[in-house]
């Protein structure tokens, strides 16, 4: 049986995860041995706290994260080295033990480094990396040493090509989206009501409470709220609600494991940009208000959204109400639920796990 090794984080964001477990679940299906491997862990102390401190700062110092995904930026290759250098002796016991036939990384921070690391140690295993930004991907994600790079679109894959990237090496493969996200064939039906679900608005927990309250004062509207991992917006939500300051019709929840229940039954997703809420949103044909983004690494990626007429982008959570009353009485919202059915939302996962079955025997 061959092995593969899987490069991702637990925390810092869903979509490497996600990606992971989609890649996995395709491979075993294939009968392969299957290690995911949280990297910021390989870098002991440090690396934790790294990873522990992902959501705080995006969240409660932005401009902070700002300034260090600026340096990832300018100096790509000492953020990789100094990687490297935390993870090494971790990575190769595990190599070890585990000898793996590939490997593949699926988050941004542990591409150049890693297949430095297979040079600097004479391995001669196969890498592959999993570009899971969709418009505009970090400079870190570049790397010119990587046997295979799959990129979840064309412009992704042009761009590249631009920069220097072998055009052999690249494949566009889509995102790999767990395959529990349903396909709709015929658009939404709006019944008695409109279901509204909130994802993570914004990076800023006071606008997050804003997008809610605000959103909460829509007639006919069930609002359902996933705060996700971060604890403060979950908290502060549930006070508002026992101060009368948010309706108690507001379903409030923290992190959820039936995220594919909520959008199959959801018609309007309001979320920051992140590449794999907005996929899964639209292969379950739903209509996407993107809000907000983590600086630098998510800016561009609302273009998806509204140059496929899906929704539209809204940063102030003052004009939320008003916008998303013209998207409903307008009739615009129809127009999206059915135009989102043409979203190309391709089975990533299925078409990497096929390309590694065909290459790794």
């Known amino acids: 049986m061959k092995k593969v ?5 637990e925390r810092t964001g869903t979509g490497h995860k996600s990606a992971a477990n989609a890649i996995e679940k395709k491979l075993n299906n294939l009968e392969y041995e299957i290690m995911q491997v ?3 862990t390989m870098m002991g102390k440090i690396g934790t706290l ?3 401190s992902y959501i705080p700062i995006t969240t409660r110092c932005p401009l902070l994260f700002y300034l260090s995904y600026i340096f990832t930026q300018i100096f790509p290759n000492i953020m990789h ?3 490297y250098l935390k993870f090494k002796n971790d990575l190769r ?7 793996p036939d590939l490997i593949i990384s699926v988050h941004s921070m542990f591409t150049k480094s890693i297949s430095y690391f297979l040079r600097k140690e004479k391995l001669n295993i196969p890498f592959y990396i999993n570009v899971i930004d969709l418009v505009k991907p970090p400079k870190v994600w570049f790397d010119k040493n990587a046997d295979v790079i799959f990129v979840p679109t064309n412009e992704v894959k042009e761009d590249y090509i631009r920069k220097g990237m072998d055009a052999n090496k690249l494949f566009v493969s889509g995102f790999p989206i767990r395959d529990d996200i349903k396909r709709r064939k015929t658009p939404k039906e709006i019944k008695d009501k409109i279901n509204i679900l909130l994802v993570n608005p914004s990076v800023k927990l006071k606008k997050s409470i804003k997008y809610v309250k605000e959103v909460s004062k829509l007639a006919n509207a069930s609002v359902t709220v996933v705060c996700g991992r971060d ?3 979950h908290k502060m939500l549930i006070k508002e609600q026992q101060l009368g300051n948010i309706s108690q019709d507001v379903k409030v929840y923290g992190f959820v494991n039936n995220m594919n229940e909520l959008l199959e039954n959801t018609h309007i997703l309001l979320a920051k940009a992140g590449p794999n809420m907005i996929l899964e949103a639209a292969k379950s044909a739903t209509a996407i208000v993107i809000t907000g983004h983590v600086q630098g690494q998510e ?3 609302y273009e998806y959204v509204v140059k496929n ?7 102030n959570p003052k004009k939320i109400y008003n916008k998303l009353n013209e998207f409903i009485t307008s009739k615009e919202l129809n127009r999206c639920l059915e135009n989102v059915l043409n979203a190309d939302c391709n089975n990533g996962a299925e078409i990497i796990a096929n390309y590694i079955s065909n290459h790794v025997k």
């Open 5 to 9: 090794m899987i490069l991702m984080a």
């Open 38 to 40: 949280d990297c910021f």
């Open 50 to 52: 790294l990873e522990n």
């Open 81 to 83: 080295l100094q990687m």
């Open 93 to 99: 016991k595990r190599i070890d033990e585990f000898k």
């Open 231 to 233: 604890e403060r917006m």
């Open 299 to 301: 800016n561009k990626n």
């Open 309 to 315: 007429n899906f929704g539209f982008k809204c940063y």
